[in-house]
């Protein structure tokens, strides 16, 4: 059990969920300003999503790119938990790939610029690349096996395939309005099906 610090400090392990709880409130509220405003969106804007002061923004990251790179990470791992539990309370295997598909598409988009904000840092790209293949491959494989084993979808899928493909309907989703890369990914779910 933890013991206070001087009078009036809290206990060192608060201060440490305080402050995990504060990166993650951070972490969140930067994915939504990135959907809505790009990576290049202000930290001011950042902070107010997230009710904090720029100088906690600051103390947890340093550098845009240390923001950015913290987004993408967090997001990969709230994509990779979300597929065994949409799995488990899902209607079927199918709904619970449609659903983990969606949420990879809102990945994909915040995704968006994630490049030009890491450009002096390549090595830093390509290790992300990495964890997010090492992350996500499993368990789009897990959804597409468990909708085959159910007889949703025809065998034979390759979750590489799939989500290059779903990553490749995204592109020019920002520069084109009139462009819903939804609904070509759920012709593309649709064609996977069974007759």
């Given at each position: 059990?933890?013991?206070?610090?001087?009078?009036?400090?809290?206990?060192?392990?608060?201060?440490?969920?305080?402050?995990?709880?504060?990166?993650?409130?951070v972490?969140?509220?930067?994915?939504?300003?990135?959907?809505?405003?790009?990576?290049?969106?202000?930290?001011?804007?950042?902070?107010?999503?997230?009710g904090?002061g720029?100088?906690?923004?600051?103390?947890?990251?340093?550098?845009?790119?240390?923001?950015?790179t913290?987004?993408?990470?967090?997001?990969?791992?709230?994509?990779?938990?979300?597929?065994?539990?949409?799995?488990?309370?899902?209607?079927?295997?199918?709904?619970a790939?449609?659903?983990?598909?969606?949420?990879?598409?809102?990945?994909?988009?915040?995704?968006?610029?994630?490049?030009?904000?890491?450009?002096?840092?390549?090595?830093?790209?390509?290790?992300?690349?990495?964890?997010?293949?090492?992350?996500?491959?499993?368990?789009?494989?897990?959804?597409?096996?468990?909708?085959?084993?159910?007889?949703?979808?025809r065998?034979?899928?390759?979750?590489?395939?799939?989500?290059?493909?779903?990553?490749?309907?995204?592109?020019?989703?920002?520069?084109?309005?009139?462009?819903?890369?939804?609904?070509?990914?759920?012709?593309?779910?649709?064609?996977?099906?069974?007759?």
């Open positions: 059990m933890p013991t206070d610090g001087p009078v009036g400090e809290p206990p060192a392990r608060s201060k440490r969920a305080d402050a995990q709880r504060n990166r993650q409130t972490l969140t509220a930067a994915a939504e300003v990135f959907v809505t405003s790009g990576v290049d969106a202000p930290i001011r804007q950042i902070a107010a999503g997230a904090v720029m100088a906690t923004i600051y103390r947890h990251f340093p550098t845009r790119a240390d923001l950015v913290a987004v993408y990470r967090h997001q990969i791992e709230a994509c990779a938990e979300a597929g065994p539990n949409l799995l488990a309370g899902a209607d079927s295997p199918l709904d790939l449609r659903q983990w598909i969606d949420l990879f598409v809102d990945f994909l988009v915040t995704k968006h610029g994630l490049a030009d904000a890491l450009q002096s840092d390549s090595d830093r790209f390509a290790a992300l690349h990495t964890y997010f293949l090492d992350r996500l491959l499993p368990v789009c494989a897990h959804l597409l096996d468990a909708a085959v084993d159910a007889g949703d979808i065998p034979g899928t390759q979750p590489y395939e799939l989500m290059r493909g779903i990553g490749n309907l995204c592109v020019g989703r920002d520069s084109d309005p009139r462009y819903d890369p939804r609904r070509l990914i759920e012709l593309l779910l649709r064609g996977l099906q069974r007759p």
